[in-house]
Every structure is written in C-alpha cells, then in structure tokens.
C-alpha cells in the first residue's frame, strides 16, 4: 500500500497525468499497417491503441509488429503494407486502467508498460497514463517532501555485538 503522504505529494500536481484520449495518437483496426506505420512514425510512439470507430479501445499495435509484418514481405516493400489491416496483428490489451485514482495499481504496471489505456466501465477509451508523466509526478515528490513534511528516519535497533 502506498503511504498516504506519498500518495498526496504525487498528485498534488494540479496538471493532470492523464493525458486525454483527444490528443492520443490512435489508429483503427480497419486501417491498413501502411497508415499505421504513417501514424507511428509522425508521432514518434512506439505503441498506440487501436479504437473502434465508436472509441471502444480494442487492441494495441506496436512499430515492431509492423515492421516484423514489413520484413515477411519479399522485397520488404512498404507499399504492400496496404493490403494488411491493424486488425491483423494488432495485440490484445492487457493491462489498462479505468480510475486514474489507482495510483498503486498504475505504478505496479508501469514498471513493465510505457503507457496504461485509461478506459470508462465500458472500454471506451479516455486517454493514457505514461511512464513519464508518472516519473515527472515521482521527481517533483523527491524534490518537494521535505518542503511538506518533517522526514525523521526511525531507529533501528542493532544487535549488541
């Protein structure tokens, strides 16, 4: 369980660390892996969820498993990529969120997610949680504790030799 303190400093931040679903780069399973490679590559990500058109979050799809699909062509020819969907080779979801309160829950899967899909109780897609955002919240508490709280160390009892 996460200490209370900790747990106030963390979002004391008032920008929010949830980054909206507006501004999430997205693709949709009936795009084809050439757009999708489009979207990746201007965005700079390296995973983006893959919506329905009616923003139920249903998969993920990652730069590697488009070009592992681009490398089983021959000639590795992007433009052959149009004739395979996102819905090919997207993967499912594992891991996601739908109340960015959970802090404990969020921190326990970002250790091996860069980003957590925020969705509503019925998967509609309401943004992420990234690492960053989570490590920039971490930074400002292990700049700020003290200026909060009175942190003393507890004594620990050693044995007499």
Do not use: C
Not at 12 to 27: C, G, L, R, T
Not at 65 to 86: F, H, M, S, Y
Not at 124 to 151: C, D, M, P, S
Request: proline content about 7%.
């Amino acid at each position: 369980m996460i200490d209370a303190a900790v747990e106030q400093l963390l979002r004391q931040d008032p920008k929010s660390y949830v980054i909206p679903a507006e501004v999430v780069a997205n693709v949709t399973a009936t795009n084809t892996l050439e757009h999708a490679l489009m979207v990746l590559s201007k965005v700079g990500y390296t995973r983006i969820p893959v919506l329905a058109p009616d923003d139920h979050l249903q998969g993920l799809l990652a730069l590697s498993d488009v070009t592992d699909n681009l490398l089983r062509v021959p000639g590795a020819a992007v433009e052959n990529l149009n004739q395979i969907l996102v819905s090919d080779v997207m993967r499912p979801v594992t891991h996601w969120v739908d109340d960015p309160t959970k802090l404990e829950k969020i921190l326990n899967l970002l250790v091996d997610e860069p980003f957590l899909p925020l969705v509503d109780d019925q998967m509609i897609f309401q943004g992420i949680i990234t690492r960053r955002e989570i490590l920039k919240r971490v930074n400002y508490l292990a700049h700020n504790l003290n200026r909060q709280y009175t942190v003393t160390p507890k004594m620990i009892d050693t044995p007499a030799n």
